[in-house]
């Protein structure tokens, strides 16, 4: 991040309102135990979407400590679910405790386990919005499963999609380890790109964010 770039991003959190008390201290416990989770200007984009859909169920792909679940909670409406998966067994508990922290848990359901393999059970075209912050490699081979479940006029939001800028990269100019990552990222954009049916925009907040909207009647 350019010095520029880093005084528009401070400034644009400067306006952000002060998040409510229980989140607050979520959001500070995850980042003092280095816990990966949503990037605050990313997280107001999320909320914006979300208030702007309104979806009836939300699935979550990647739940951590229950972060950004309760960022979407705060602005659905009061008969509005969320489903989410979380394979990590550490972070399983934390998740729970958190949604009933917040007073949320009747709200959203923790699914523990292989995300691929539970997508495969749920229901075609149950959600209208989807949103993906997992296993970045493994973008790529969710997707088919999650564009069955996504409704149609359904949004999917995905995170973490620029690499801290490897993305723009040659497969070679990247470290080793991160070459497979980084060639099935490259191969998600692509898709999300050129799927007809789908209308894709990247957006480069945060770490990079794409917007899809599953046009109706098209996939």
């Not at 949503?38 to 997280?43: D, L, S």
């Not at 998966?85 to 009747?106: D, L, M, Q, S, T």
């Not at 088919?144 to 995905?158: I, K, N, Q, T």
């Amino acid at each position: 991040m350019t010095g520029e770039e880093k005084r528009i991003t401070d400034y644009i959190l400067s306006l952000e309102p002060d998040l409510d008390p229980v989140l607050e201290q979520i959001e500070r416990e995850a980042r003092e135990n280095f816990v990966p989770i949503i990037r605050r200007e990313t997280g107001a984009l999320l909320k914006t979407l979300v208030a702007g859909v309104r979806p009836r169920r939300i699935l979550e792909i990647g739940t951590a400590v229950g972060y950004s679940a309760l960022l979407m909670a705060s602005v659905m409406d009061a008969e509005c679910e969320i489903t989410t998966i979380e394979k990590y067994e550490k972070r399983i508990p934390e998740a729970r405790k958190n949604f009933a922290r917040a007073g949320r848990e009747h709200q959203i359901t923790l699914i523990p386990g292989d995300a691929g393999e539970i997508m495969a059970g749920l229901e075609e075209a149950s959600y209208q919005f989807i949103f993906m912050d997992a296993a970045k490699g493994q973008y790529i081979h969710w997707l088919p499963e999650v564009l069955r479940l996504l409704s149609p006029g359904g949004m999917l939001v995905s995170d973490n999609v620029l690499q801290h800028g490897d993305i723009i990269q040659s497969r070679f100019a990247v470290e080793r380890r991160n070459r497979t990552i980084h060639s099935r990222m490259r191969e998600y954009l692509y898709v999300l790109k050129h799927t007809e049916g789908l209308e894709t925009a990247v957006v480069p907040i945060g770490d990079g964010v794409t917007i899809s909207v599953k046009r109706k009647g098209k996939i």
